[in-house]
């Protein structure tokens, strides 16, 4: 996609791109051009409109905390959030011994090969059960 951004904002290069379209095709792009530009600059406009009413609604809320007495310091406790407590992982469902070594699987996310091989051998997964 690069490439084509280059050709399409390198003058020379452009030109060249486009030196096969006759001018029926030339404006039909234009036109698919402005479209794309008039699309661009309402969206734009929108997130400037949004982002304004946002600042005037904090401008608001922290004028209101002035008119309280209150910093947002004091909002120190209120405004962390709450540590996510991460899951403990979940215990081993099925183990296989390999030359000497022992392999466990959760039975969660994808088969490892070795139980993969032996399922296909037409053993069943509750063979390996702990």
Same mark, same amino acid.
């Given at each position: 996609?690069?490439?084509?951004? !280059?050709?399409?904002?390198?003058?020379?290069?452009?030109?060249?791109?486009?030196?096969?379209?006759?001018?029926?095709?030339?404006?039909?792009?234009?036109?698919?051009? !402005?479209?794309?530009? &008039?699309?661009?600059?309402?969206?734009?406009?929108?997130?400037?409109?949004?982002?304004?009413?946002?600042?005037?609604?904090?401008?608001?809320?922290?004028?209101?905390?002035?008119?309280?007495?209150?910093?947002?310091? !004091? &909002?120190?406790?209120?405004?962390?959030?709450?540590?996510?407590?991460?899951?403990? +992982?979940?215990? +081993?469902?099925?183990?296989?011994?390999?030359? /000497?070594?022992?392999?466990?699987?959760? /039975?969660? /996310?994808?088969? +490892?090969?070795?139980?993969?091989?032996?399922?296909?051998?037409?053993?069943?997964?509750?063979?390996? &059960?702990?």
């Amino acid at each position: 996609m690069s490439e084509f951004l !280059d050709i399409l904002t390198h003058g020379r290069r452009f030109k060249a791109a486009v030196k096969d379209l006759s001018v029926v095709e030339l404006r039909d792009v234009a036109d698919k051009l !402005d479209k794309i530009i &008039l699309d661009r600059a309402s969206m734009a406009e929108e997130e400037e409109k949004a982002m304004a009413e946002r600042n005037a609604k904090i401008e608001a809320i922290r004028l209101q905390m002035e008119a309280v007495g209150l910093s947002i310091d !004091d &909002l120190g406790g209120v405004a962390a959030k709450a540590t996510t407590k991460k899951r403990a +992982p979940r215990p +081993p469902k099925y183990q296989i011994e390999v030359n /000497g070594e022992m392999i466990q699987w959760t /039975g969660q /996310g994808r088969m +490892p090969t070795v139980f993969k091989n032996e399922v296909e051998k037409g053993r069943s997964m509750d063979d390996f &059960l702990i």
